[in-house]
């Protein structure tokens, strides 16, 4: 009977043991260059959240502050006293008008501290808020539905994000209900720091309504004018829309018939507040024939072959044909559309 003395047991464990903690020193020797910490820490304290993320957003040290990882005392000194203010209008944009702010350098060996206290004080809020439309579009109800439900009101903190998101989508329902020159004509937010409050007065002035003109169609003369004006998502005389006319692009850029596409409203020849739309267009390809083969568990070795004809008589007519032959299936798939609609489809069997 064959003995088994523990060390030939032990051992081998032991001595791989061994050779995984060499590994990992190993690796940990050489790896420190590539997690070594940073030349300067920023520690801010005091506050918490987005209002924290914005602030230290802010004080992202310049070039030149640590060059080849090595810092320059003399810039981060520098740099320090001009901290404070840099949180602190960081801080603004959430109504913190009257916050403190010291910052001190803390250095640790070769690497630095930047300590930013920061006691953000109260918020400032608002004791009135404005907002006016005037001009043509003043009776516009989806302007007014926008003014009315204006974010901001009397007792809320101030915050500038709010406003410049309610702001922006004012301007941008008037550009879109076609008031292309709406502009403001006041824009104002006063602060009262002593007293911790703001007022907000906003006017706009619609100016005139401008509607869709003639539009002109280049550049695709195998097609006839009346199917490619299918393609518009507009008529004349409609209220202006950048959306539309971005509709109806991605329409003319979905029907694969054009590789090449610009739809131009044309301001500068706006007459009475109509404006006219070129459409310049590049055909592509009219046939295409695609081969293909795979297997199937079900039909065995198979070949396909795909042919499109997208401007039949030229008419915009469509051909499809869908060829396929298997071991154990042929079957022929011709599909004909019309501008209107699908005219002829059916799944027939080759003999």
């Not at 913190?96 to 010291?102: C, D, F, G, L, R």
Request: glycine share 8%; aromatic share 10%; proline share 7%.
């Amino acid at each position: 009977m064959k003995t088994h003395h523990p060390e030939n047991i032990i051992g081998p464990r032991y001595k791989t043991f061994h050779a995984v903690l060499a590994f990992l020193l190993f690796c940990l020797t050489f790896a420190r260059p590539l997690y070594a910490a940073e030349p300067v820490t920023i520690i801010v304290t005091g506050i918490e959240g987005d209002v924290l993320k914005n602030v230290q957003e802010a004080l992202v040290l310049p070039p030149g502050v640590v060059q080849d990882g090595v810092v320059d005392p003399l810039w981060l000194e520098r740099y320090a006293r001009q901290a404070e203010t840099k949180a602190g209008s960081a801080l603004e944009p959430f109504g913190y008008y009257n916050s403190v702010v010291t910052v001190a350098v803390e250095p640790a060996e070769s690497r630095y501290k930047l300590l930013v206290a920061v006691t953000p004080g109260e918020q400032v809020r608002l004791s009135g808020v404005t907002v006016t439309l005037a001009g043509p579009g003043s009776g516009e109800k989806r302007l007014q539905r926008l003014i009315e439900s204006f974010p901001l009101m009397k007792g809320d903190v101030l915050l500038h994000q709010r406003y410049e998101a309610a702001k922006a989508a004012l301007a941008s329902r008037a550009q879109e209900l076609g008031y292309l020159d709406a502009a403001f004509s006041r824009h104002e937010i006063r602060i009262n720091r002593s007293a911790t409050t703001a007022t907000i007065d906003l006017a706009m002035e619609s100016g005139e309504k401008y509607f869709f003109g003639a539009t002109r169609i280049l550049g695709a003369p195998d097609y006839p004018d009346s199917f490619l004006r299918r393609y518009l998502t507009y008529l004349p005389g409609e209220p202006f829309s950048f959306t539309l006319l971005g509709e109806t692009q991605r329409n003319l850029t979905n029907s694969e018939r054009f590789k090449e596409l610009i739809v131009s409203p044309e301001r500068q020849n706006t007459e009475a507040y109509k404006v006219p739309i070129t459409i310049q267009l590049k055909q592509g390809p009219r046939f295409s024939l695609r081969p293909g083969i795979g297997y199937g568990t079900d039909t065995g070795a198979r070949f396909t072959v795909r042919y499109r004809d997208l401007n039949m008589f030229h008419l915009g007519h469509e051909l499809y044909s869908h060829l396929y032959v298997a071991e154990r299936l042929r079957a022929w798939r011709p599909a004909i559309s019309s501008p209107v609609r699908k005219t002829f489809e059916a799944l027939q069997p080759c003999n």
